[in-house]
């Protein structure tokens, strides 16, 4: 396929892939190693097939063998840092390749001789991120053979150690572990694993039956978090006191595994950052049979005419016949304007994901966790950026709103209109001046008001003894991303993954000041306390509490160097979207009706806060 296609995208892809822009200076070194005439044959580097005679780190026996792990040692201007264990490159599942592309994932095997955990695994197949910010022609790396994880710890005497194990984000189509610097959780007595998807078609193809039922991205983090409980004790972790957390799509998927009947007991709490699965990611039912019929016409496999006529099976061997970069550049060809509609991501099957998350939440059906939930400040900057970097979009608004409305956000063309009205007024012709009503706009939209009805849905469980924590970050750092897109504009304001560079080591893009590297350490401390004790500050030794939520009043701590509680922000907000008829993804109601307890949602509320938000 041509790359003219892709111009356009340079821009539009830009505000979906803000939230993996950690893993840009990561990924550009990991090309898939494959045969030229079959790329669906890509499997691992040669340096990973080697084992290693004599190991200088650490070696540890798991039940598919023994691995070498590699001494680290931290950055020395790392406060309290100390050295750690790497053990990388770890297969959890057999490479989808050939014949198992689209499947459901199988677990990886037993290997002989002592495995060398030395090396990074490939990234799965995916747009090389690098190129939006250097402005060169898009290309496609990655590894189908890409289902590994990495398991971090401290070099330190010590077992039973609490464990997290990071999801990471990039709208379900880039983002990977890559060699994610692990040295800043490492200052902590946890053990840290990060794990890897499938992406885009790879891990969302669906032709809604038994032949490709689809959500084999989720499926493959569920194994990954069955292979953590069978494993993780050989590492000194606690396989009792799991965490998942993610961040962006990593963190939809943290709440969709909550929701994932087959994952009850692989963890005990749940961190989300800037995600549910509220926020509309869920594609409604229809449109991934629409998506896959069309897609075998776009590869030549069926024609236009025949387009009803297309089986599962034909479909099926269309697609695994095709080469992994033909799949990745073939998403782009589905989008009508700024990269919409969402034709892949997951999807009700009936199995991981039983109903609507909606329907789930307020039927109290869903794994009873302790959880911490929370935004940035200024979310939606990077949807507000995209747009104001992009005369043809803005343009587009102005002369084509009939049009074009519809992909503005996933709802009806009238909650739109009434969306943009009440943060905009009557105007349609957008300019800098209204970058803040826009950032406000699409932040609220996809992010704020999104985990605030998740947090007052969760907060039923305090009465059975759960804790849910709430949080908003608000410290804006010495870098923030996407910062060079429109760059005179929001200098002061938090972006969409901006918290990421207090966990992971970005010292590569950024320059930390002194008063970041305290935030790092508090925001490390909250984690990591709360991985251990089901409460971020269990006792005075960080000298402020943080306050859980309740069904009467949802606080949240404001993530500063001095942290702070704050009561609750977006009342008025959030009576604003409960007079929307705003569906969600073509399923159901962003405000639940009916819930658990029978009653109507504003019924509901009100009689737990007398009315109040």
């Known amino acids: 396929m041509s790359a003219t296609m892709l111009p356009e995208m340079k821009t539009t892809l830009r505000i979906l892939i803000c939230c993996v822009a950690l893993m840009s200076p990561l990924v550009s070194a990991l090309i898939e190693h494959c045969d030229a005439e079959d790329k669906s044959s890509c499997r691992l580097p040669p340096m990973a097939l080697k084992s290693v005679n004599n190991c200088e780190g650490q070696m540890l026996t798991i039940k598919q063998g023994e691995i070498c792990g590699k001494l680290k040692h931290p950055d020395p201007l790392l406060p309290k840092g100390q050295p750690y264990l790497a053990y990388q490159g770890i297969p959890f599942a057999q490479p989808p390749v050939n014949k198992l592309r689209f499947m459901d994932p199988v677990a990886a095997g037993p290997w002989e001789g002592i495995r060398d955990g030395s090396w990074s695994p490939p990234v799965c197949p995916q747009f090389n991120i690098e190129s939006f910010f250097t402005g060169s022609e898009p290309e496609v790396h990655g590894s189908e053979d890409c289902l590994y994880l990495n398991v971090f710890r401290p070099q330190i005497d010590s077992h039973n150690l609490p464990v997290m194990v990071f999801i990471h984000g990039g709208a379900f189509i880039l983002g990977g572990i890559g060699e994610l610097d692990a040295e800043m959780f490492m200052t902590q007595d946890i053990i840290l694993v990060a794990i890897q998807y499938r992406l885009g078609f790879l891990g969302f193809l669906s032709t809604e039956d038994s032949v490709v039922p689809g959500n084999q991205a989720l499926k493959d983090q569920e194994l990954a978090l069955h292979w953590v409980k069978e494993n993780i004790a050989s590492f000194g972790g606690d396989k009792e006191r799991v965490t998942i957390f993610g961040e962006s799509a990593g963190a939809i998927s943290v709440h969709l595994q909550m929701l994932n009947p087959r994952a009850a007991g692989l963890f005990s709490r749940a961190i989300l950052q800037s995600g549910t699965a509220f926020i509309g990611t869920l594609v409604p039912t229809q449109v991934h049979r629409d998506t896959a019929k069309q897609l075998s016409v776009k590869l030549n496999c069926t024609s236009a005419e025949n387009l009803d006529k297309s089986d599962s099976d034909a479909i099926l061997k269309c697609a695994q016949s095709t080469s992994p970069d033909l799949l990745v550049f073939m998403l ?137 924590f709430a949080y908003e970050l608000h410290h804006r750092g010495n870098w923030s991303f996407m910062e060079e897109l429109v760059p005179e504009l929001g200098k002061d304001m938090v972006n969409h993954a901006d918290e990421l560079q207090y966990m992971f080591n970005l010292s590569m893009i950024s320059s930390p000041t002194p008063i970041d590297r305290k935030l790092s350490g508090i925001i490390l401390k909250l984690w990591s306390n709360f991985a251990a004790y089901g409460n971020p500050t269990p006792d005075r030794s960080m000298g402020f509490t943080w306050s859980p939520v309740s069904l009467k009043h949802q606080p949240h701590l404001v993530l500063e160097p001095q942290p702070y509680m704050e009561s609750d922000t977006r009342c008025e907000v959030r009576k604003f979207f409960e007079t929307l008829d705003m569906p969600l993804s073509g399923h159901d109601k962003l405000f639940p009706g009916e819930i658990a307890l029978g009653v109507d949602w504003r019924t509901w509320r009100s009689k737990y806060n007398n009315g109040n938000c």
Not at 342 to 367: A, F
Not at 396 to 411: C, L, Q, V
Not at 431 to 454: Q, R
């Open 332 to 468: 782009s060809s589905f989008s009508e304007w700024n990269m919409a509609p969402v034709v892949l991501g997951p999807r009700i099957d009936g199995e991981v994901i039983p109903e609507h998350p909606s329907q789930l939440m307020r039927d109290g059906k869903y794994h009873k966790v302790d959880i911490i939930a929370g935004t940035n400040k200024d979310e939606g900057m990077m949807f507000a950026k995209g747009l104001i970097a992009n005369p043809t979009l803005l343009d587009d608004i102005a002369t084509r709103f009939s049009e074009i409305g519809k992909y503005i956000f996933p709802t009806d063309l009238a909650v739109t209109e009434k969306l943009i009205k009440y943060y905009m007024g009557n105007i349609r012709q957008f300019t800098k001046d209204d970058f803040k009503a826009l950032t406000e706009m699409y932040g609220n939209y996809y992010f704020h008001i999104p985990n605030d009805i998740s947090m007052e849905l969760y907060a039923r469980d305090t009465l059975y003894g759960y804790q849910v």
